[in-house]
């Protein structure tokens, strides 16, 4: 899996947060949820949250997702929502109320289908090719258009394919966005062509370790090291 992360704007208006506050704030009741009554089961607290919390913009879909999303998250411990980092920026009066409740505020992600009639998302469409945007489609009274900025040609090839993939029902794209970006996440396997054909070597594994300014990459057949490299990022751009 891999994401795509862009910036975008969205011609002043911000209504479409008010989604993404939503949605958060139903991760961390179910998250809480989850953590108060751990033999609880994602159907249970999606019952719960529909029965007894108010997410007035959220639908069935997506309240589920936002359960879904909290599952992901350990409950055990204490989980500092936007960071132990910014948390502490924040006691230290470093960070404002204002900006650490931005990082608190989690992104609102739907997971698509591959289905061509939904055009793998039924809650974002891609508009790329066409307007260089992603429509955000939380219900059929509401549409808020989330517009790129201008893309590299290898950046747009890319995102045209995506499009294109999910659009014939063979990618199913899970999108997201915050107050400044939008996600595009997609199984890179989805994106091998049909017709493509490859020796498999058995026991062979690639490793690659990324830190922020190496990235490490083995090729093994378990204990016989077949390859080690080691990339610097700086390296990397200057190449591109």
Known sequence: ???????????GLSDHLDYQKNFSSCVKASYNLKKKNP?????QISTLIKESYNFPLLDASLIEY???????????????FGGKKNWKLFNSGTL???????KKTLPLFFRGR???????NRKFN?????????????????????????????KSEELYRIQTLA??????????????HVYITIDEKDLVPEDYSYDFI???????????????????DYSDIILEKLFTKKSLVSKT
Request: no cysteine; glycine share 4%.
């Open 167 to 180: 659009e014939s029902g063979k990618l199913a794209p899970t999108i997201g966005f915050d107050h400044s």
């Open 1 to 11: 899996m891999y994401t795509i992360k862009l910036p975008y704007s969205s011609d």
């Open 66 to 80: 936002a359960v879904a999303t909290a599952f992901r998250q350990k409950a055990t411990g204490t989980v500092i």
């Open 126 to 154: 891609l508009k790329i090719i066409e307007d260089n945007k992603i429509i955000f489609k939380p219900n059929k009274n509401n549409h808020f258009e989330l517009r790129l900025p201008n893309l590299s040609k290898s």
């Open 96 to 102: 404002s109320k204002e900006e650490f409740s931005l």
């Open 114 to 120: 591959k289905n061509s009639s939904e055009k793998g």
């Open 202 to 220: 058995e026991n062979r594994i690639l490793s690659l370790d990324l830190n922020p300014n190496y990235i490490g990459v083995v090729v093994a």
């Open 39 to 43: 033999e609880l089961r994602s159907t």
